[in-house]
């Protein structure tokens, strides 16, 4: 499956993008499907819910230095929190500031949940789902064309995905807290390229087992020498 141009959002769908300059791309990710992009220092993309409870699995590199990767680590370090929330910065396994989340009509946003594979799908929900498309398929679609491979794909965020934590440590994956044309929208603070896969998953909640559409919105946002400014404030 690939992205489609040709299906739009209802009005109110995306309204966080409005925020953020003029559009400068629109494309609706087909269920099951992958998208990627490469974003500019300040470019804004906003990331759509379109129609509701679909987790949207997510990488995101240096586009000049791929080697300088999104770590979840790092990023939870920096921030003293499992949960992406508004103002949120995603760093690299360097540290350094990759997005901002400049907006989220959605409370949190999960990094702890992983990417659905073969591997996992038949460790947790049993052998007959070994040949079911997953996450881990989507993004080594997306990565062999910025000639990137499994050695290059690492944790990734699950946006609109809710991953309960028990006080005991545990982890659930349960229904999702988002609604349709509910979104988050992301600062490129330096040069990044964004790999999504519009998650495929059929076995728990988090999609509601029925996965659904989610639209990208490349916004012109600020300056790169604004950007740059902020990054480092």
Same mark, same amino acid.
């Given at each position: 499956? &690939?992205?489609?141009?040709?299906? %739009? &959002? ?21 269920? /099951?499907?992958?998208? +990627? ?15 509701? =409870? ?11 230095? &791929? ?8 990023? /939870? ?7 992406? %929330? ?13 997005? &901002? $989340? ?14 659905? +594979?073969?591997?996992?799908?038949? /460790?947790?929900?049993?052998?007959? %789902? ?26 990734? $965020? ?26 988050? +929208? ?16 059929? =076995?728990?909640?988090? =999609? ?9 919105? $490349? +916004? ?14």
């Amino acid at each position: 499956m &690939t992205a489609t141009t040709t299906r %739009t &959002t209802t009005p109110a769908a995306g309204a966080l993008a409005s925020r953020f300059g003029p559009e400068l791309r629109r494309e609706t990710v087909a269920p /099951l499907a992958p998208w +990627s992009a490469v974003l500019t220092a300040g470019q804004v993309l906003t990331i759509v819910d379109v129609d509701g =409870n679909q987790a949207v699995d997510f990488l995101v590199y240096d586009a000049v230095d &791929t080697a300088r990767a999104y770590s979840a680590q790092a990023t /939870l370090q920096g921030q003293d929190s499992v949960y992406l %929330t508004a103002g949120s910065v995603l760093r690299s396994n360097e540290h350094d500031p990759l997005l &901002t $989340v400049v907006g989220t009509d959605v409370e949190r946003h999960d990094t702890l949940g992983g990417a659905c +594979s073969k591997e996992s799908n038949t /460790l947790r929900y049993g052998h007959h %789902t070994w040949s079911q498309h997953g996450c881990a398929d989507n993004f080594l679609t997306e990565l062999s064309k910025y000639g990137l491979g499994k050695r290059d794909q690492v944790s990734n $965020v699950n946006w609109f995905m809710n991953v309960p934590v028990d006080p005991d440590g545990a982890l659930g994956i349960v229904d999702g807290i988002s609604a349709p044309g509910l979104s988050v +929208s992301l600062r490129a603070e330096r040069d990044v390229l964004v790999v999504v896969s519009n998650c495929p998953q059929i =076995n728990n909640p988090c =999609n509601g087992f029925d996965p659904s559409r989610a639209e990208m919105i $490349v +916004s012109a946002g600020t300056s790169v020498a604004t950007a740059g400014q902020e990054a480092r404030a």
